[in-house]
């Protein structure tokens, strides 16, 4: 059983189109992130979500819009694709309640071409 | 701001070697986490091992052990006994204390590390 899953696994596209990335963990926990993969290897947080909260928003363009229906789903939507978008897109969860805060799990990645 | 430096962009080591890669971190938190990640070439995120600021015995997981020195502020990341399996890039990673609170964390990555092992 993969423990955070992402659909699809690669995403071709033209530019100016709207795609989405879902992801889903069997975890049990609270928390979920979006991070991003450059093709430098350089990875940035983007968003995260507790418990279908928005908690970390960082200066991502709007273009970017992430949903969380459930604790165990999030999904990112990315309307009018540019170029600049093309990267791996990685989910991950975590269980942040104080005192037990551990490590990310990540999914396997998402990687996102933009033609 | 949170700033993870990996200087290292690509290390060469010998099946059975020990190997040593390099992290600083700059912060004024006296409350932080630090981490260790494997990027192989599959791209999958593995989590290696976990050091908090306020732990005062150096982590160890298996063959990989992290080199803590706070005034130094660095983390070192040591593999014992490489192995051909070992060949991935190595990120660095800290983790913001202040945002847990909220129940969310946030890593900040270095760069990342290339390390291949030679047969």
């Known amino acids: 059983d993969t423990a955070v899953s992402q659909t699809p696994k690669y995403l071709v596209t033209q530019m100016g189109n709207d795609k989405s990335i879902k992801c889903e963990q069997n975890?049990?926990?609270?928390?979920m992130y979006w991070y991003k993969q450059d093709s430098k290897k350089f990875l940035k947080i983007m968003f995260s979500y507790n418990n279908k909260e928005l908690i970390i928003n960082e200066t991502v363009p709007n273009r970017f819009s992430p949903k969380s229906p459930d604790k165990a789903h999030l999904n990112l939507h990315i309307n009018s694709l540019e170029l600049g978008d093309s990267a791996v897109y990685f989910c991950?969860?975590?269980?942040?309640?104080?005192?037990?805060?551990?490590?990310?799990?990540f999914g396997e990645g998402s990687r996102l071409t933009v033609l | 701001a949170q700033k993870i430096t990996q200087t290292q962009p690509g290390m060469f080591v010998q099946e059975k070697e020990a190997v040593t890669l390099d992290c600083t971190y700059d912060t004024s938190d006296q409350s932080y986490g630090l981490f260790w990640y494997k990027q192989p070439s599959s791209g999958e995120m593995i989590f290696l091992i976990y050091?908090?600021?306020?732990?005062?015995q150096n982590a160890t997981e298996g063959r990989y052990s992290l080199n803590f020195q706070k005034a130094r502020k660095s983390a070192n990341l040591v593999i014992s006994a490489s192995q051909l399996g070992d060949s991935a890039m190595y990120f660095c990673?800290?983790?913001?204390?202040?945002?847990?609170?909220?129940?969310?964390?946030?890593?900040?990555f270095g760069q990342g590390t290339r390390l291949t092992i030679n047969p």
């Open positions: 991950a969860s975590s269980q942040d309640e104080l005192p037990n805060v551990g490590e990310l799990f």
């Open positions: 975890l049990g926990h609270d928390t």
């Open positions: 050091q908090g600021s306020y732990d005062e």
């Open positions: 990673a800290m983790r913001d204390a202040l945002i847990i609170i909220q129940g969310a964390q946030k890593l900040v």
